[in-house]
């Protein structure tokens, strides 16, 4: 077997994990930059694909007399929680159907563009189709609605008529609450049990700026700009202790995949504006690009 190939880094490089070493990190994200976006999308497919399989596998290997009602049962507490049993229960007798984040998020966005609600997807599914690969539980969507203001209460019944239409569950109350005071709700599909948050955007300028640079991806679906996902997950990764090592790590995932292609101005300039010039800056050495 050939010798992997030595890497040159800036100084202050660091791998992804601690058991990874410089020179497999770099070919990593060698290989991850030369991959067409439709290829790191089905990467994406696949990997959440097999976990969920994974996951049905476990629980049918822990209680193998289960019934299919049953093994919902366990998912539905194991993947949304105890507390969503009694919302879903009339859902017992369904197949579970696997589903995959990009499918998900491409389904949402018919309903949105139906409604002509401008949205981003972010979060995790936005890191990994910029950055690496990793698993989600759920897909994070932001909606624009203060084109609606004078009319949320239509608005939301519209929403959540057309989303129960298609398979999902939602809450008319949470729905309309988030609309009003700019919060989030979430939307459950009832085939697969897989969950999307939907947050309403706020009005502030960094959110304003967020919706204004959203991208199409080739999956057809918007997502945020990779300088604004890094951003957005910088946010994350400081008001969440017990996230922040998964944040960290999709926000490096991001800045080596992307690198001199960044538009560093705008993201020195919110970094600053956000608070953020700090753990920024530390991002930008580990990831080699100081």
């Known amino acids: ?10 100084p202050g490089y660091k791998p992804q994990s601690e058991d990874t070493s410089i020179d497999a990190d770099v070919l990593m994200f060698n290989l991850l930059r030369n991959l067409t976006p439709l290829q790191k999308a089905q990467r994406l497919i696949n990997f959440n694909r097999s976990l969920r399989r994974l996951a049905l596998l476990g629980i049918k290997a822990q209680y193998p007399d289960a019934t299919p009602a049953q093994v919902r049962q366990e998912f539905i507490k194991r993947c949304l929680g105890a507390e969503w049993l009694a919302v879903l229960k009339n ?6 159907v696997i589903e995959d ?22 979060g995790s599914v936005a890191s990994s189709l910029l950055g690496e690969n990793r698993g989600t539980q759920d897909i994070d969507i932001v909606i624009d609605v203060s084109a609606s203001q004078s009319q949320l209460g239509e608005l939301a019944h519209n929403l959540v008529r ?12 949470a729905v309309e609450d988030a609309l009003k005071a ?8 009832r085939s697969s049990l ?13 959110s304003v700026s967020k919706i204004s ?21 910088l946010r994350w990764y400081k008001m969440s202790p017990t996230e922040s090592q998964k944040q960290w790590r999709d926000i490096l995932g991001v800045l080596k995949v992307q690198g001199e292609r960044l538009d560093f101005d705008y993201l ?3 970094a600053e504006k956000l608070g953020l010039s700090e753990p920024f800056g530390q991002a930008v050495t580990d990831a080699g690009l100081a």
């Open 101 to 122: 984040p990009i499918g998900l998020a491409q389904k949402i966005a018919d309903i949105l563009d139906s409604l002509n609600i401008p949205y981003a997807v972010g």
């Open 268 to 270: 020195w300039q919110w």
């Open 213 to 233: 640079r959203r991208q199409m991806h080739d999956t057809g679906i918007y997502i945020y700009s990779p300088e604004d996902i890094i951003l957005q997950k």
């Open 194 to 206: 897989e969950k999307a948050d939907i947050f309403v955007l706020g009005q502030d300028p960094f």
């Open 162 to 173: 057309a989303m129960e239409e298609n398979d999902f569950y939602v809450s008319f109350l």
């Open 91 to 96: 859902e017992k007798g369904r197949e579970l």
């Open 182 to 189: 700019s919060m989030s709700f979430n939307a459950i599909q």
């Open 1 to 10: 077997m050939p010798a992997m190939p030595k890497a040159t880094v800036r």
